[in-house]
């Protein structure tokens, strides 16, 4: 168990619905990062968060938004879904933010169906 | 921007070594990490190199040239629990860190 908890494990929704993703990161770390993992492609980095502010942004749709709560858990909307955003997301945290040189501790992630 | 190169399938025998290679190009280099996962699974660090040479950790060790933009993770001893995914993962310029598509290793009796 990494310590971080990702809900829900599974979502299926149909095209054009918006759905929300909730990580709470293992105590004491700072920083929450997302990330997009389909079939036919790798671990795809979406955003990261450090202490509420954002401060990395990857390959994420305008579709797409995040935000860090001062609690330090993190939220992921999608909104007006189509079927390619059928993945697995996941969501990492680290203490300081430093995902070049810290490791980072994975939640088992959610399974998102859009049909 | 960063490319990662690593083979797509790779088969071993129980008991067999396997050596997962892994090459890069970045913008800047901050350090290199391999992650295992498993089917459905979240992925599980395993090492970290930012210096050149060897680093070993039990069956697995785990290689880093910075000149040669190369890296390669070896499994010793190797047993069934060890099917997996291998994710090469290259942390460059700008805090990014980039995941390679990942090593799909499969081990048969």
């Known amino acids: 168990d990494s310590g971080v908890t990702q809900t829900p494990k599974h979502l299926i929704t149909a095209t054009g619905q918006r759905v929300t993703l909730r990580c709470s990161p293992r105590?004491?770390?700072?920083?929450v990062y997302w990330y997009q993992q389909s079939l036919d492609q790798g671990l795809q980095f979406l955003i990261q968060?450090?202490?509420?502010?954002?401060?990395a942004k990857g390959n994420i749709l305008e579709r797409f938004s995040a935000q860090q709560f001062p609690d330090l858990h993190s939220e992921l909307n999608l909104s007006s879904l189509e079927l390619g955003d059928s993945a697995l997301y996941f969501c990492?945290?680290?203490?300081?933010?430093?995902?070049?040189?810290?490791?980072?501790?994975f939640g088992s992630g959610t399974q998102l169906s859009v049909l | 921007g960063q490319n990662i190169d690593q083979p797509t399938e790779m088969t071993a025998t129980e008991g067999a070594i396997v050596q997962i290679n892994c090459t890069y190009q970045t913008s800047g280099f901050n350090g290199l990490f391999w992650y295992q996962q498993h089917a459905g699974e979240a992925p599980t660090f395993l090492s970290y190199n930012v210096l050149d040479g060897l680093e070993e950790k039990g069956r697995f060790s785990s290689f880093l040239s910075r000149s040669k933009g190369y890296s390669y993770l070896l499994l010793k001893e190797l047993q069934m629990k060890d099917s997996a995914s291998y994710l090469c993962?290259?942390?460059?310029?700008?805090?990014?860190?980039?995941f390679g598509g990942g090593t799909r290793l499969m081990v048969k009796p």
């Open positions: 968060y450090y202490n509420g502010e954002e401060r």
């Open positions: 990492a945290s680290s203490p300081n933010g430093q995902a070049t040189n810290e490791k980072l501790f």
């Open positions: 105590s004491g770390d700072l920083s």
């Open positions: 993962a290259v942390g460059g310029a700008g805090n990014m860190l980039t």
